[in-house]
């Protein structure tokens, strides 16, 4: 076992209790958030947000490396443990709280333009946290996430490949993923049953190309993937005209038994336009 995973185990007597419907499990590893973090690109000139920061290891280490850095928490009962690891910056705010329930925009007004999301999500919020985030109209930069290794081969999954669906368009719709690490369960505390990953969302100015209709374009993913056994056009039946659909189809060069894992975010974006008219 490493070093840094050995001084980890050390550390995980601090006396935090874990709260199993919380998704709680901490990284204690120094060495291994450190490199994260310096992977994310964050600098002093760069403000955080931060997503459930438990004990305060990656809030110490990010309070290190940024300008300003803006810590959500909902469990009041880790708070003297977050507060003690941070004591000494003056470019830290905690904020205790449910980040799904808090007024997002407000919340993040003194981050300006251009800041970063920097979290070890909890597992059980991660879908709402990144629907939240994405639909925000936020001037977000890039989220740099721990999540589980299975949701992050769906947000890096491709058209064809197995784990693409729902989550893997709307990724792609929004940001430019990448995988920096695979990181093991047991070096969290505790352990969960799968190993994580640490991923880049790098979030997009602007779409790949200009939409007319962004709520349609979203229902037309869900309903599509809802139904991914079924054909496009059946998938799709009630939600948009078929024949301005079979027709949007066959111009984008697409076979009528073609499905929603099938298309790109640019197929998606030109029968929705073509859907909208």
């Not at 450190?34 to 600098?43: D, I, P, Q, R, Y």
């Not at 190993?195 to 962004?214: G, K, W, Y």
Request: glycine share 6%; proline share 5%; hydrophobic share 40%.
């Amino acid at each position: 076992m490493k070093k840094s995973y050995q001084k980890a185990a050390r550390q995980r007597k601090e006396g935090v209790n874990y709260k199993h419907d919380l998704g709680q499990h901490f990284l204690y590893d120094e060495a291994l958030l450190s490199a994260l973090v310096k992977s994310t690109g964050v600098a002093k000139d760069n403000k955080v947000l931060e997503i459930g920061p438990g004990s305060g290891m990656l809030t110490y280490q990010l309070c290190q490396e940024a300008g300003q850095v803006i810590a959500v928490e909902v469990d009041q009962d880790v708070l003297p443990f977050l507060r003690m690891k941070t004591e000494g910056f003056d470019n830290l705010t905690i904020v205790v709280g449910d980040i799904r329930k808090q007024p997002i925009r407000e919340l993040c007004a003194p981050l300006g333009e251009d800041f970063f999301v920097i979290a070890n999500i909890p597992y059980n919020i991660t879908s709402p946290i990144l629907d939240l985030l994405w639909e925000s109209g936020l001037s977000i930069r890039q989220l740099s996430l721990m999540v589980q290794k299975e949701v992050a081969d769906k947000l890096l999954a491709l058209p064809g490949d197995d784990a693409y669906g729902l989550l893997s368009a709307r990724c792609r719709y929004y940001a430019e993923p990448e995988l920096e690490a695979i990181v093991p369960a047991e070096a969290f505390t505790p352990p969960p049953k799968v190993d994580s990953a640490f991923i880049h969302l790098r979030m997009r100015r602007e779409p790949v190309a200009p939409v007319s209709n962004e709520k349609l374009l979203m229902r037309m993913m869900k309903d599509g993937f809802g139904h991914r056994r079924k054909t496009l056009t059946n998938a799709l039946k009630g939600t948009v005209d078929n024949e301005k659909l079979s027709a949007a189809m066959e111009a984008q060069g697409l076979k009528p038994t073609v499905r929603a894992e099938e298309l790109t975010t640019e197929n998606w974006i030109a029968l929705s336009n073509a859907c909208a008219q």
